[in-house]
């Protein structure tokens, strides 16, 4: 095919005429939604907005010629004030009442803007996905029904029958879990905000499905709250299905995986966020943009580590097919995890 590189701002190449704008959408929003492109407070946001957004999709209801929301679509942001009261959906409202503006600022359609807005966010994390980025959603949309999004209280079953029903194997559950090692919980536990799910929430590396796998100890807030179990380290915070998707025989092979190979979480992360990125479309009517998306900055180290005054003692190896990889300890004394600072 001939090709139809187009020459965009400050000399950048799109593939197509119609991805330039998002060249200037990303030099606003690095600036002015990530705080200069931080992997930092929105950024860990924005990637969770995409999944929010996206989720409201069923395949069942779709089999039934009924209305299961329009899966990556925008509709948690043009009916916010539905959408963002669902209880899974608590403390989204921020991100996108930040987000609009940029949105309607660069005339561009809610659902492009969201998952356009994650990809770059998670960008900005060292070791980080490069997740492919298609343009051109329409911006109508309906809401989507309650109860397409999982809670951290639900079981590995429920989780996983939620997640079949938009299409998402146990598997792809667990690569699509990758993101929680660039999060934090604000509302989980409300007298803590900013308590992250790993000791490196800045970072894209395996230390969450390694940190999801040692003994609880201590609760890192006011005690136990619904979705929250027992964290291995002050200052970190463990959700209930985050453990046990960590120990379920369906999925514990696959979560141990990642320890030992920062590449295949990348690569399994940038698969499963492409296809979710596009439910409810048909792929063939949306131009590919991903070369406006960030090339992340490489990771410090791909080599997983214990966080300090841990050893393999206190893993709860859960795969019975692999025995748990020989990492070591950081040295020093048992120390805190910081909180992510709100912006
Ligand atoms: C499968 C079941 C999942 C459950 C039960 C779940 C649950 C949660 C909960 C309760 C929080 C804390 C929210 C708060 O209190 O502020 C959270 C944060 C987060 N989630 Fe998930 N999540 C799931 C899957 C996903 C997926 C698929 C993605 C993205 C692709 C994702 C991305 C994030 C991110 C990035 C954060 C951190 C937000 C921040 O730091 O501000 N989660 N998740
Ligand atoms: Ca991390
Ligand atoms: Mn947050």
Redesign the pocket.
Known sequence: APSRNTVCSKGRVASDAACCQWFDVLDDIQTNLFDGGECG?EA??S??L??HDAIGFSNSAVREGKFGGGGADGSIMAFAQIETNFHAN??VDEIVEEQRPFAIKHKVSFGDFIQFAGAVGVSNCAGGPRIPFFAGRSNNSRPAPDLTV???S?SPDT?FAR?GDAGFSPIE?VD??A??T???????DGSIPGTPFDSTPSSFDSQFFVETLLTGTLFPGNGSNV?EVLSPLAGEFR?Q?DFAIARDSRTACEWQSFITNHNSMVTKFEAV?AK?SVLGHDVRSLVDCSEVIPAPSKAKTTVAHLPAGKSLADVEAACAATPFPTIAADPGPATSVAA?PPS
Not at 182 to 188: E, I, L, N, P, R
Request: hydrophobic share 45%; charged share 20%; proline share 6%.
């Open positions: 407070e860990h946001e990637l969770r995409t999944f608590n403390g999982p809670e951290p639900d989780i997640m559950v699509l879990l993101s929680h660039v999060a934090a919980q604000d509302h989980v979705g959700l299905s966020m979710m992510v």
